[in-house]
Every structure is written in structure tokens, then in C-alpha cells.
């Protein structure tokens, strides 16, 4: 019986391009690869038609969609990571200078279940004592869950970009609207890596931004599947990091995840659920608190129970 062949959507990165350029394989499986751009699409084509066997997932989408019953299932392989300081921008004519100005005021995020929209709340919430239920959070698109019900301080815009939103007053403020070259848009932290990694200090947590999930219906045909994926992940991760900690390499991507192994104090690309139990611990805290989970769960019932030692 011959191996079978998963179809697989990640995004091009350092640490997949090994599996992609089949340096790395299996004795296992076969993987098919198929790009998908931008890499968010990917998250949407799995969650409401399931068309990988192996696909990249947003940390909440997966949260999300796994609270509605959709049949797949993580392994503890985070493709990225990021904070979260720099991406909060503001009108300048809003008059908002601090986080709690914030407060009574209109927020765009392009979609509520947003994993950088979860996490940038939590950190307004926790750190800087924002009440989250006193903002409107504007919308400029919809979610990738398509059952999922948002709070009543959430609402739509016919507008699908964010920097528009903020140059015609729509919106106060935004979280991810990216560069926008005007006066009229400032950044709400004027140092946000500082911030950034103030909070880590005092947290320890690291937050994961994607990861890896895999069709039930694959793992139960392929026993031993998820700790071999998550193997082969790895596998094509370690040189990329060695490489990268090398100092050989002067690309953009490279760069920003050097200025976060500075912040983390070693691998700016931790596998392994124990390595991350806190981050994740609280970022399901923030899904329940923020109305994008009903419950909360223990992380390590996110994943195949063969992956919980691995790292």
C-alpha cells in the first residue's frame, strides 16, 4: 500500500521552505504542496470547506472554529508569532493620546475573531485597564467562522479598508490597517518594541500568531500521523534557525524574527505545547473573556495527545 499524499497549504517561510523543496520528507507520507495567497485565505477555504489535509491556521480561527464543531485538529507547530504595540494606529484628529481614550470610541479590526485582534484586546484589557465593552469594534470584513455570533458592541463597515476608515473619521482607531503614509494616522505607542518587550518581561508570554492544523479524517486514517508531521516540521525548522542565529542573513523576514529571538532570549520559533502553555493559557482566556469562545479548555486538549511531550 503506497504512502498517501496530504494536500498541504503554509505559507512560504524560512522554516517551511524545506518541506516545500522536499529537502525534508517523510517515509510516512507524501505532501502535496498548494499555494494560497495571501496566506489568510488559507484559514477560510479550511474552516468552511475543509479542502486540506494539512493547512496553516490562525490561533483563534482554530479556537473558534473548533468550538463549532468543525473536524480538524491542531498539533502544537507555531508557524508565526508576533506582538502586538506597533499595530494599534489612531486618527490624528480623534485626540486619543492613551489607551483608555479608547473608551466610547469607534475601533476597526477586520474581523472580530482576528488572532491579532484577540491578542492586542487582551493586552488593552489587562495592561492598560481599557474596557473593552465601553469601545465599538468596526468591522471591515467578516469572519472565517462563518456561525460564529459576535457581541452587540460589534458592528460592520461597507468599507473593507482600514486605512480609509481612519482618514475619513469612520473609525477613531485600528488594529492591523498597516502602513498608512499620512499625517493624519500616528501610532498609538511611540515606542511600540520597547513596549513590547517590557510586557514580555513581565509576562513571559510569547504570542503565537499561526499554527498547524490537520482533517480528523486524516489523522484517523494515518495512525501516528500528528507526532510525524510535527516531526518534519521541525526538522525543516532547525537549520532555518540555526542559519538565522548565525547572523548569515540579511532578509526583511529574517530580521524581524532576530529582533524577537532579542526580546525571547533564544528560539524566535518555539514547537511543543509546553514551551507555550502560558501563551496559550492566556490567549484562551482572552477568546472567553472577549465573547469568541464559549469556555474555556486546557490547551493540551487542542492537541493529538502523541504531540504533548514532543518539543
Known amino acids: 500500500m503506497s504512502n498517501p499524499i496530504l494536500n498541504t497549504a503554509v505559507g512560504n517561510y524560512g522554516h517551511t521552505a524545506p518541506l516545500k523543496n522536499g529537502e525534508v520528507t517523510s517515509d510516512m507520507f507524501a505532501m502535496e504542496h498548494i ?6 485565505a488559507i484559514f477560510r477555504r479550511m474552516v468552511r470547506g475543509l ?30 508569532r508576533a506582538f502586538y504595540h506597533a499595530g494599534i494606529t489612531v486618527s490624528a484628529a480623534s485626540g486619543i ?49 462563518a456561525e460564529y455570533v459576535a457581541p ?24 492591523g490597517a498597516g502602513r498608512i503614509d499620512s499625517p493624519d494616522v500616528q501610532p498609538l505607542f511611540s515606542n511600540p518594541e520597547e513596549a513590547d518587550a517590557e510586557w514580555h518581561r513581565k509576562t513571559g508570554i510569547y504570542p503565537i500568531s499561526h499554527m498547524v492544523v490537520v482533517k480528523n479524517s486524516a489523522l484517523a486514517s494515518t495512525p501516528g500521523l500528528a507526532e510525524e508531521l510535527f516531526n518534519v516540521f521541525k526538522a525543516a525548522k532547525t537549520p532555518y534557525v540555526d542559519h538565522l542565529q548565525s547572523g548569515a542573513s540579511g532578509e526583511p523576514d529574517d530580521a524581524a524574527l532576530l529582533k524577537m529571538a532579542d526580546v525571547v532570549g533564544g528560539d524566535p520559533l518555539p514547537y511543543g505545547l509546553e514551551s507555550s502553555r ?34
Open 51 to 80: 479542502e486540506f489535509d494539512v493547512a496553516e491556521m490562525a490561533l483563534s480561527t482554530y479556537l473558534c472554529a473548533r468550538a463549532h464543531g468543525k473536524t480538524f485538529t491542531g498539533i502544537p507547530v507555531f508557524l508565526t
Open 152 to 175: 452587540s458592541n460589534v458592528v460592520s463597515s461597507p468599507n473593507s479598508n482600514l486605512g480609509e476608515m481612519l482618514l475619513s473619521g469612520e473609525i477613531d482607531a485600528a488594529i
Open 97 to 145: 493620546c492613551s489607551p483608555k481614550d479608547l473608551e466610547g470610541r469607534r475601533v476597526g479590526v477586520r474581523s472580530y475573531t482576528l488572532t491579532p485582534g484577540v491578542w492586542t484586546r487582551g493586552l488593552l484589557e489587562t495592561e492598560y485597564d481599557v474596557d473593552l465593552d465601553a469601545v465599538t469594534w468596526v468591522l471591515s470584513g467578516d469572519e472565517h467562522v
Open 278 to 311: 502560558k501563551t496559550l493559557e492566556t490567549f484562551i482566556d482572552f477568546n472567553v473573556s472577549q465573547g469568541v469562545i464559549p469556555e474555556g479548555v486546557d490547551p493540551a486538549a487542542l492537541f493529538p495527545a502523541e504531540t504533548l511531550a514532543l518539543g
Open 35 to 40: 499555494e494560497v495567497s495571501p496566506v489568510t
